[in-house]
């Protein structure tokens, strides 16, 4: 190969006759100069992208160095097209050339002014695979029309991607967390910008701003946009979920603790359930003074838009939410894509990424236990957990401390520890197949002859991953979508459960955070269809010491405990014995002296993978 008289091969050669016309040949070769690198040969096939110093290509045995570092390898790259988010004209202007990528130029760099353009790619951690990072490649060319050819062609690929937002709505919680969610929003817009994706940004001003937006937009305005990304925490999220699902998502209810009758002590059976109930009664969602909902107004659950635009119903395939972390616990995110980064969080919404995920339904039947007229439901929607007792009366005392930020459920959770409160209640659930039945420590014989607190033999987990293929199977025993099993309820076996506890929990999700790595259970899925219900038994203080410890363990075994029942269902009731009952639903508070929580299989899609690890 020769070079011109800017020391640039090939700057001045005609474009691939092919590649010109605008056709598209399956492989395409051009020499650009890669900033900061030297000069490359990039080859460009319907797959992806790879390039290659030309010095290389003359001699392979040559590895440059300077100071005993090896410089070669960082001049080979082979990018799938799938992880190219952008590709941008950027015009004329300097382009660095690397002399140590050149054994005929001197050891100093100089540049060169040229025509520019530039490729975004995603890129894995090497040390977190979970964790994905933005990289941008700028390379030159003197002839402008070659620069555009390649700008056109890797775009038409970009654009055959369908499954990438285009126009999205973003709402920023500004006190999630720390109250750092504007500054998280500001941090990861430019990459929104670089790959062209329109973004309306909404800061809410108070309480309960988006899910009232979200319940009185009509379906054929929310259809303009993609998705609803939001940026904020967990408790954020649900009210965007329920902001979209409280108008639109119609389905029976589940059986009401009342419907449950007990012929005996452990067994149980529906009577007098209506499945024909459906969401169309009022409920106040100001009235638990949660400090989510203060100051929003009344919305019930049959808004005005309930019903019109039957031709785009929600939720569907197309629409899905994103979340970009900005909060105290971050748990959805955490699990859904296995790292707390709000760029990979974008990253994985700009590539249009997609995973279901299960949505419990939680139905309040009564509120307290002095009410003596019959109460009309009210419905919530929970997207990683629903809890009573230890959780939630954690949730209501972090509320008096919400000046000291996130650490406030640090000082709440000991506080309410110390008190080890139990209450007195009953619990029904919808038992399934032998192979999904209860995990409860007393099917296993071993526990028996083993002392209360003690470990029994650890299960192998099989945890949710990307391309699950628990999710991604077919069973008969979840609820899919818009379907229950609340038609078929009758049919099916219920178990009961009376005692008092110190807590009572439904973990839709693994649950994962930095305080539990593993999650409150382990080896739950984002998309089987199956809740995990947690009873802690009355406990001496020092056994629920030692559960807790287990939680905060990477490799733990929290739920190996005699008075620890983990039951997976698709379906539970709850009827406290007590005059109230207070519960944490994704971080919020929620009261209910009786309800009933059934989960919806991939109801919901998200723009995420599951995590990689």
Known sequence: MERNQDGFMGVNSPPNPDFANGDEPSVSCCNFLLDRTGEVVITHTSDGLSWRLVDSLNDEGDNFSCLGFKLVSNTEMEVNIADVYAVNFIGWGLVHESALASLEVSLLDHSSEMYRFTIYVVHKSKTQSSVWTPSVYTFGHKDLEICMSWVNQINSHLHMEVKRPKNLLVLVHPRSGKGHGCKIWETVAPLFSQAKVKTKVIVTERAGHARDMLSSITNRELNLYDGVVAVGGDGFFNEILNGVLLSRH???????????????????????????????????????????????????????????????????????????????????????????????????????????????????????????????????????????????????????????????????????????????????????????????????????????????????????????????????????????????????????????????????????????????????????????????????HPYYLWHLIQLARKGGEPLGYKFVEHHKTPAFTFKSLGKEGVWNVDGELFLAQQLSVQVFRGLVSLFATGPQE
């Not at 009758?261 to 638990?288: F, G, K, L, M």
């Not at 990979?344 to 309040?364: F, P, W, Y």
């Not at 008190?419 to 028996?448: F, G, I, N, R």
Request: charged residues 25%; glycine residues 6%; aromatic residues 8%.
């Open 250 to 540: 119609k389905a029976p209810y589940p059986p009401s603790p009342s419907d449950i009758t007990s012929p005996s002590e452990n067994e149980c059976s529906v009577s007098n359930h209506n499945v024909n109930r459906t969401i169309s009664e009022h409920c106040d969602h100001n009235e638990d003074g949660s400090p989510l909902l203060r100051g929003s107004e009344n919305i019930g659950l049959e808004s005005p838009n309930f019903g019109k635009d039957s031709e785009s119903p929600f939720p569907n395939e197309m629409f899905r939410f994103g979340l970009i972390p900005a909060g105290s616990t971050d748990a959805i995110v955490i699990c859904t894509t296995g790292a707390r980064d709000a760029v990979t969080s974008a990253l994985h919404i700009i590539l249009g990424k997609k995973v279901h995920l299960d949505i419990a339904q939680v139905v309040r039947w009564k509120k307290t236990n002095s009410a003596n007229e019959e109460e009309e439901p009210c419905v919530r929607y929970a997207a990683s957990f629903a809890g009573y007792g230890f959780y939630g009366d954690v949730i209501t005392e972090s509320e008096k401390y919400r000046w000291m930020g996130p650490k406030r459920y640090d000082y709440a959770g000991t506080k309410v520890f110390l008190q080890h409160k139990s209450y007195e209640a009953e619990v029904s659930y919808l038992e399934v197949e032998p192979k999904e039945a209860s995990s409860s420590p007393e099917a296993d014989p071993e526990v028996h002859s083993r002392r209360f607190w003690c470990l029994p033999k650890k299960p192998d987990r099989m945890t949710c991953r990307v391309n699950c293929a628990i999710c991604n199977s077919k069973s008969s025993d979840a609820i899919t979508g818009s379907l229950s099993l609340a038609q078929d309820f009758k049919g099916m076996k219920w178990s009961c459960s009376k005692g008092r506890y110190l807590s009572v929990g439904a973990s839709v999700i693994s649950c994962r955070n930095e305080k539990a790595p593993d999650g409150l259970v382990a080896d739950a899925h984002l998309s089987d269809g199956f809740l995990h219900l947690i009873l802690i038994k009355e406990c001496p």
